[in-house]
């Protein structure tokens, strides 16, 4: 059975489901899936492994530093592998009726991902971009004014509440599409 490993950093909570819904799929497909929150816990070795999958939530242009620190002790590894990076960030699925999609979108793909895999000298099999979640539960003090100006935008965008207070912008068959892509390429011999 071949064997994958999703890491992933979040701050708000749109990573996690995001590699929860991957490793869904991935095992509808017949692969064996581990799933690690690096926040939570560290990974000591990847050699078992014939993907990895590595992705963050962005904040400020930035990932979180865990999936960071992780490319980083195994980026020798890693370019041996198969590996997918992801993220999920607002720009991926822009609220604001007034920004270009197309570019937000395209923007998003070259500073959060390809730039990353660039950085750690990695050759992904696959980049995903997909929606953020804007959680009102859980948002720092530090942030309250920004989030007050977002809440009419998805009103108006008719964001969806998951829960009361999270508005989830991801796009679950974007997320599954790409988890089943990877799972064939996972296959193929080289
Ligand atoms: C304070 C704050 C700053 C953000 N900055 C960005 C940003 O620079 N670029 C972007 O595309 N999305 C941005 N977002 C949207 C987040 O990417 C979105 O909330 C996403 O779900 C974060 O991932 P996580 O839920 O896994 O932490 C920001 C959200 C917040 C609350």
């Given at each position: 059975?071949?064997?994958?490993?999703?890491?992933?950093?979040?701050?708000?909570?749109?990573?996690?489901?995001?590699?929860?819904?991957?490793?869904?799929?991935?095992?509808?497909?017949?692969?064996?899936?581990?799933v690690v929150d690096l926040k939570k816990a560290q990974v000591a070795d990847i050699s078992e492994y014939e993907l990895v999958i590595v992705g963050s939530?962005?904040?400020?242009?930035k990932w979180t530093s865990e999936p960071q620190k992780f490319l980083k002790?195994?980026?020798?590894?890693?370019?041996?592998k198969k590996v997918a990076l992801f993220?999920?960030?607002?720009?991926a699925a822009p609220i604001d009726d007034?920004?270009?999609?197309a570019?937000?979108?395209?923007?998003a793909k070259r500073k959060y991902l390809e730039e990353k895999a660039a950085e750690y000298h990695l050759q992904p099999v696959a980049l995903g971009l997909f929606g953020g979640i804007y959680n009102?539960?859980?948002?720092?003090w530090l942030f309250g004014r920004f989030m007050q100006a977002v809440k009419p935008q998805l009103e108006k965008a008719a964001v969806p509440q998951?829960?009361?207070g999270i508005y989830d912008t991801r796009d679950l068959n974007a997320i599954r599409n790409w988890a089943k892509e990877l799972a064939q390429i996972a296959r193929l011999s080289v």
């Open positions: 059975m071949l064997k994958a490993l999703i890491v992933y950093g979040t701050r708000y909570g749109a990573a996690a489901r995001t590699a929860g819904d991957m490793a869904e799929t991935l095992r509808r497909e017949g692969l064996s899936v581990e939530g962005i904040q400020i242009n002790k195994f980026q020798k590894e890693l370019a041996k993220v999920c960030c607002g720009s007034k920004v270009d999609k570019k937000s979108i395209a923007d009102f539960n859980k948002t720092p998951t829960e009361p």
